[in-house]
């Protein structure tokens, strides 16, 4: 099959697919998950024990696991080595072109020794472009569109998109925002694709690019930077696209909700409290690197009222950030306190009228706050912190306040934690 066949023949199966109600979903899901199990026992050498055994006896994976059992757990006879070598050399070159027998390896982010491979067929690349396609385009898939997409990579993933009415324009963030800003002018693109961070900055243009959808993907979308680029854009809704290597886990419907993608990942869901929970996901399309209970290391908190668009894929209030950001305090009592990055977003939030920050805890534990705001934000911000401390009973850390700063080739994170645990 030809690969804009595949994406057509993708694009209409998910666009069409409808489940009366959650029963309807759930037997869907079983069978998916029947189908897949029995493609991984039998292809990858690391699950062939678990041949006939129902997906929660499968092991728990994650990306250090992943990567250490690499060669045994792909399908399609890639190392490890050979991989990471494609990988290394087309980030340096920032040429994506090159595969490895029809399969595109890319790199997820990381430090050097928390990064991961990822393997993609032709195959699984077409379906994903025709999966995303059937989420994100707002009118026919025959329709013209001009997608304006700002990436890190250029992986050739993306440009498989590309076909003869949808045109897709890559963007390399590492470019000046004069040079993309005059690209995006002439392209004039209907559909506009980056991080927040690119968003905000395309927001002092706004008047002169008409952009009919924007879709933020990569970095948590915090509220008050999406108040910020809506009203500059003059939109409802910013759509997010929740897309990692491990897949496509969730989109934006028509009233900006946030829903998983249940029909193409089977989410089981470890519960932090009663609505926040750190996804473990069984992918039902990658067959090169299966995706079998895969255990992200991101925090995503459900919504409790039933959406509108009356879809009955799971509802998310927002995703809240990684695991890894949650901020840890010493209690009085000697044990450590955890604080969700939400909590330290609105912490910020309530000291004022905040525009742009950062809130970064070190490795020991002190906090550094890096916005523009004076004396009488800091002592507002300070007290906030210190109502906190009472509250959830932990010792004040030291807090240090500084200029506002960004290195834009880095993830805009405004709520970052660095503390060793
Ligand atoms: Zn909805």
Redesign the pocket.
């Known amino acids: 099959m030809s690969s804009k066949l595949r994406i057509l023949k993708t694009y209409l199966k998910y666009k069409n697919r409808h489940f009366k109600d959650h029963e309807d979903l759930k037997r869907y899901q079983e069978k998916q998950i029947r189908k897949q199990l029995k493609f991984v026992s039998t292809h990858s050498e690391i699950y062939e024990e678990y041949q006939g055994k129902p997906l929660s006896s499968y092991p728990l994976m994650d990306k250090k696991q992943m990567m250490a059992n690499f060669d045994r757990l792909n399908t399609v006879g890639t190392n490890r080595e050979e991989a990471m070598k494609l990988a290394i050399d087309s980030e340096r070159s920032r040429d994506f072109s090159e595969k490895l027998n029809h399969i595109t390896v890319g790199l997820s982010s990381g430090t050097s020794d928390t990064r991961g491979i990822f393997l993609v067929s032709d195959k699984e690349k077409d379906m994903w472009a025709g999966y995303i396609l059937s989420k994100v385009l707002y009118g026919s898939i025959l329709d013209k569109y001009e997608v304006a997409f700002f990436m890190r990579a250029n992986s050739n993933l993306y440009e498989s998109v590309s076909s003869s009415n949808i045109h897709f324009v890559f963007y390399d963030i590492y470019k000046s925002s004069e040079e993309n800003i005059e690209k995006l002018k002439e392209q004039k693109p209907d559909i506009i694709v980056g991080q927040p961070s690119i968003l905000l900055d395309l927001s002092n243009y706004a008047s002169e690019l008409k952009p009919r959808k924007i879709i933020s993907i990569a970095e948590v979308l915090e509220d008050r930077d999406r108040e910020v680029i809506c009203k500059a854009f003059n939109c409802d809704v910013i759509h997010q696209v929740y897309q990692c290597t491990e897949g496509c886990l969730a989109t934006t419907?028509e009233?900006g909700?946030i829903?998983l993608n249940e029909d193409i990942v089977y989410f089981e869901k470890e519960y932090l409290d009663e609505k926040r929970f750190i996804p473990v996901i069984t992918d039902f399309t990658r067959t090169s690197q299966p995706i079998i209970r895969y255990r992200l290391n991101d925090i995503l908190v459900e919504r409790r009222e039933p959406?509108?668009?009356g879809?009955c894929f799971t509802?998310l209030e927002r995703i809240e950030g990684r695991e890894d950001d949650v901020f840890v305090f010493d209690g009085e009592d000697g044990n450590m306190v955890e604080i969700y990055p939400d909590f330290i977003r609105r912490l910020v939030l309530f000291s004022g009228d905040v525009r742009d920050y950062r809130i970064v805890q070190t490795e020991d534990g002190s906090l550094e706050v890096y916005w523009n705001e004076d004396d009488n934000m800091q002592s507002a911000f300070l007290n906030e912190l210190q109502k906190m401390s009472e509250d959830r009973l932990f010792e004040m850390p030291a807090v240090n306040f500084y200029a506002y700063s960004f290195d834009r080739k880095k993830k805009l994170k405004r709520v970052e934690s660095r503390r060793n645990r």
């Open positions: 419907c009233y909700t829903h959406c509108p668009c879809s509802a």
